[in-house]
């Protein structure tokens, strides 16, 4: 097997540490353990941080075998942390308990042997100083700053944050640095000052940690105290500290009970306050915050009592692009199973918005939402009615073909939801919807496969859709693939209905049985997929009886 290069090898170490870090949240089993994981991981990251800052570090040999190391140790605890978000734990309870042992103890070897690599004078051979003393140069300026911040006057403090400001904005490796030293919770503590100067630049100062992933759980770790200083600020905080709290609440707020704090707490009645009085800025932030709190079911009738579909509303009319996407995207996660707050949406102008944003939007990412949520107020058939008498089939057709694979998705699932009667069917089929949709059927994501053969068995209802699909070169053969078992996660019935519809065809039967149908049905009806047994037996009285013994 070839080997990376060194260098890269330090970024696919440092790749390997943030998916790790990212996945220990999820884990429930020996959640102590994997606390200590995490934290050993992100001494690690600095380590392999400062030992690539040497010119010479991916060709010294002990550089090179610690590299090696690294990548076995890391390999292992990713294997291992897969087996424990599985609640079943596959090698026991014992077993795994000393497979994390050994993952620890291997972890605290690394770090040792990372320690003495970088302390031995090995690595300075040929290496320009000023490279290896800027990371201690920051390292030892950040300790300075944090004791200043500590003590002295408010005066003095207020010159030590802006210094600091100033040192986290050169550089995400700085913040990394910053708070490796134990920067947050001292931040965290300035924000209970008498001082306003030094409490906004303490609350800017924590946004901006809370951008860098790789520090970002040294900040959700200070909990209710952290909430607690962030929802004062946006109740009676300057219009600057508060987009910064909103910024900072972002990665908080995906927290399930974070979220429920939030909204115990008055927080997103503040939220939509500043949603309709806040600056541009702090608008398009707490839009964020509250899309994020919209997901969380028992948090959305706080925002009914607060009439947050009004005030969402408002902000898409007036609000900046991002903030107008952000609206949306909270309305999408508020009315995902609520007709009423549908209704509501369309009542209030919300249909006229939607287009508005639409034809508007800045970047075919952004349209993501605008199509998600025209899926969903679609599922309810007056309001389809009303969608398609204002242009949105016409909108609908080019988000099929873009190259965002969200946006493709997300618009697939909206023709499913507008093709509800056969006058939209006929509408769809004649202005080009089947070719992008069977193109979908080869997609690259099991969402995008199964939306295209959700949209097209509903479709296909409409018996002239059925000729145009049957003219299409590979839509048998695309449809048949998606009847395979192995395909996980996507639902059958689907692919099994849009092969249902032509079946009565001759030709289409033909292609169904050379493209290798009858086994997989034979699958798919011992797993008690709708419809499968009929079309297993369609396939049958055709005749084609070869095909249920290919392999």
């Given amino acids: 097997m070839k080997i990376p290069p060194e260098n890269d090898q330090f970024a696919l170490s440092n790749d390997r540490i943030s998916s790790l870090l990212d996945d220990i949240p999820l884990i429930n089993n020996f959640k102590g353990k994997w606390s200590s994981i995490r934290a050993k991981l992100s001494d690690l990251r600095t380590q392999l941080m400062d030992v690539s800052e040497f010119p010479n570090s991916s060709s010294n040999p002990l550089s090179v075998d610690f590299l090696h190391s690294v990548l076995e140790v890391l390999s292992e605890a990713a294997s291992l942390s897969e087996k424990c978000r599985n609640p079943e734990l596959s090698d026991g309870k014992l077993k795994t308990q000393s497979d994390i042992d050994s993952v620890l103890a291997k972890l605290d070897s690394l770090l040792k042997d990372g320690e003495v690599l970088i302390r031995s004078e090995i690595l300075h051979d ?85 951008s860098v992933d790789g520090v970002r759980h040294l900040m959700i770790a200070e909990g209710l105290q952290l909430l607690n200083h962030l929802l004062r600020i946006l109740d009676s905080g300057s219009g600057f500290a508060k987009e910064k709290a909103c910024l900072t609440l972002q990665p908080l707020s995906i927290s399930k ?33 509250l899309r994020n709190l919209a997901s969380f079911g028992e948090i959305k009738e706080n925002f009914i009592e607060e009439n947050g ?18 609206a949306i995207g909270c309305l999408c996660n508020l009315v995902a199973e609520d007709d009423n ?27 993501e939402v ?83 053969a959700k949209a097209l068995s509903s479709l296909l209802q409409y018996t002239g859709n059925r000729k145009i699909f049957q003219n299409e070169e590979k839509g048998i053969v695309s449809a048949v693939q998606l ?51 009929k079309l297993l037996e369609c396939l049958g009285r055709g005749k084609i009886w070869g095909v249920f013994a290919r392999s």
Wanted: net charge neutral; charged share 20%; glycine share 8%.
């Fill in 370 to 452: 605008a199509v998600e949520l025209l899926g969903l107020l679609a599922s309810s058939s007056p309001i389809a009615e009303a969608l398609i008498s204002n242009g949105f089939v016409d909108r609908l057709l080019p988000a099929l073909s873009c190259g965002v694979l969200g946006v493709r998705t997300a618009a697939a699932r909206a023709v499913h939801e507008l093709g509800f009667c056969t006058k939209t069917r006929k509408e769809m089929g004649e202005a080009g919807f089947i070719t992008p949709l069977v193109n979908m059927l080869d997609g690259k994501s099991v969402e995008e496969k199964e939306a295209a």
């Fill in 257 to 289: 009970e974070n979220a429920r704090s939030i909204g115990s707490r008055g927080g997103i009645s503040s939220l939509l306050e500043i949603c309709e009085a806040g600056t541009p800025g702090s608008q398009a932030s707490a839009a964020a915050v």
């Fill in 341 to 367: 707050l549908k209704l509501l949406i369309v009542r209030e102008g919300g249909i006229e918005l939607l287009r508005s944003f639409w034809d508007s939007s800045p970047s075919v990412h952004s349209l």
């Fill in 126 to 210: 040929g290496a320009v100083s000023s490279s290896s003393s800027r990371r201690e140069a920051v390292r030892a300026e950040s300790r300075n700053l944090i004791t200043r911040l500590q003590i002295g006057s408010i005066e003095s403090r207020v010159l030590a944050i802006e210094s600091l400001l100033k040192l986290l904005n050169e550089d995400d490796k700085n913040v990394t640095i910053a708070a490796a030293q134990g920067i947050v919770p001292v931040l965290v503590r300035l924000l209970d000052s008498s001082s306003l100067e030094l409490k906004e630049r303490a609350v800017a100062a924590i946004s901006i940690v809370s």
């Fill in 483 to 533: 009847l395979d078992p192995s395909i996980s996660n996507l639902d059958k019935k689907y692919p099994v209905s849009l092969l249902a519809s032509v079946m009565i065809s001759s030709k289409c039967r033909k292609q169904m049985a050379a493209a290798g149908a009858g086994l997989y049905l034979q699958k798919l009806v011992e797993m008690n997929v709708d419809g499968s047994k």
């Fill in 309 to 326: 579909v009004i005030v969402l509303l408002g902000l898409l009319a007036s609000g900046t692009p991002l903030a107008q996407e952000n």
